[in-house]
C-alpha cells in the first residue's frame, strides 16, 4: 500500500506563489510518473502537471510557464512551485503517482489540498 501526504495549500492573493508537496510512502520498488491534478467546484478533476522518473514533464496549457514541477526521487516526493497564481487557480489540488511494489502495480491519490487565490 502507497500513501501520499500533501501539504503547501492555502489562501493566497492573486499574483501571490504557493508551493505544493507531496511524499510518497509504503511498499515501493518503483515510481515511473508523479503528477499533480486539480477540481474546481462544479468541474471536473483536471491535469495540472506530470513528470516522469527520468525528468520528463507536462503542463495544462492554462499552467505552462507559471507553475514548474520536480520531483526528488531519492524521496518519493514531487513538488510544485506555482507562480502568479489567478483566481481560477482555486482548486483542491491532488498529488498523484503510480508504480510497482510487492504486489503488483499500483495508482495512489493524495486527501487533496485546497488552494484558494483571492483578494
Known amino acids: 500500500q502507497v500513501q501520499l501526504v500533501e501539504s503547501g495549500g492555502g489562501l493566497v492573493q492573486p499574483g501571490g506563489s504557493l508551493r505544493l508537496s507531496c511524499a510518497a510512502s509504503g511498499s515501493i520498488f518503483s515510481i515511473n510518473a508523479m503528477g499533480w491534478y486539480r477540481q474546481a467546484p462544479g468541474k471536473q478533476r483536471e491535469l495540472v502537471a506530470a513528470i516522469t522518473s527520468g525528468g520528463s514533464t507536462n503542463y495544462a496549457f492554462s499552467v505552462k510557464g507559471r507553475f514548474t514541477i520536480s520531483r526528488d526521487n531519492a524521496k518519493n516526493t514531487v513538488y510544485l512551485q506555482m507562480n502568479s497564481l489567478k483566481p481560477e487557480d482555486t482548486a483542491v489540488y491532488y498529488c498523484?503517482?503510480?508504480?510497482?511494489?510487492?504486489?503488483?502495480?499500483?495508482?495512489?491519490w493524495g486527501q487533496g489540498t485546497q488552494v484558494t487565490v483571492s483578494s
Open positions: 498523484n503517482t503510480y508504480g510497482l511494489g510487492p504486489r503488483g502495480n499500483f495508482d495512489s
